[in-house]
């Protein structure tokens, strides 16, 4: 496993981002966001003159709002898309030939719901950039302790999600809720994978590289 990795992650205040940076702590981890204690800060329109100079290895987004918490579908789209391309991109151009970003199970471009739409079209976006490699993580249900704007109606499924997944069976297990943590996990396993191409990741390849992150953890 690489050491030296030179990693940029946008969203790293939220649910996921808060539980990977402590699992990146032997990369060189650089956070993007428009919190103080992000290392570089800006609003978002800022982002890709913040990112252009730098040089960065991999990319990792884990941004991410609800359409009721952005306040309508464009605000939600602004942040879903748009920014989660800009700092592709910008990334991009900084040197970075490995993208992880943290999409939706049922992400399609071609889905009639606008949220999973939206998560389609950046991912079909992400891929055009040309990065080398490309890592999709399509979790179902989140589960977590979230700081920052309450989502009622998530904290609401979370609390039913024990009673759900019991019913959802094994065949659809991606629509099964995951807990954040392992999600981190996961991400934290893919940053020093380097072989050239798109994987996409529901909730059981992301238990698995959960595991062996646990793993590697243990032997460490």
């Not at 290895?57 to 309508?72: E, F, K, N, P, Y």
């Not at 893919?190 to 590697?216: F, G, T, Y």
């Amino acid at each position: 496993m690489r050491l030296d990795l030179r990693i940029l992650l946008a969203g790293g205040s939220g649910l996921i981002g808060g539980l990977l940076k402590p699992l990146l702590e032997r990369h060189a981890l650089t956070t993007i966001g428009r919190r103080e204690s992000d290392d570089l800060t800006g609003s978002v329109a800022d982002w890709p003159a913040l990112i252009a100079g730098q040089r960065f290895d991999v990319v990792i987004s884990t941004l991410g709002t609800t359409i009721r918490q952005a306040g309508s579908q464009a605000a939600f789209a602004a942040i879903d898309l748009d920014a989660v391309l800009a700092v592709a991109r910008a990334a991009f151009g900084a040197g970075a030939r490995h993208a992880i970003a943290v999409t939706s199970v049922g992400a399609t471009a071609g889905s009639s719901n606008f949220y999973l739409k939206t998560k389609g079209q950046t991912e079909a976006s992400l891929q055009a950039i040309g990065f080398a490699r490309i890592d999709f993580l399509r979790p179902g249900l989140l589960r977590g302790e979230r700081r920052g704007a309450s989502r009622p109606a998530e904290r609401i499924a979370a609390a039913l999600s024990p009673l759900t997944d019991l019913l959802t069976p094994s065949v659809l297990d991606q629509y099964r809720s995951i807990a954040a943590a392992d999600v981190a996990r996961a991400i934290a396993t893919l940053v020093a994978r380097d072989s050239e191409d798109v994987q996409v990741h529901h909730n059981r390849e992301i238990l698995e590289l959960s595991i062996k992150h646990r793993a590697s953890e243990f032997s460490s």
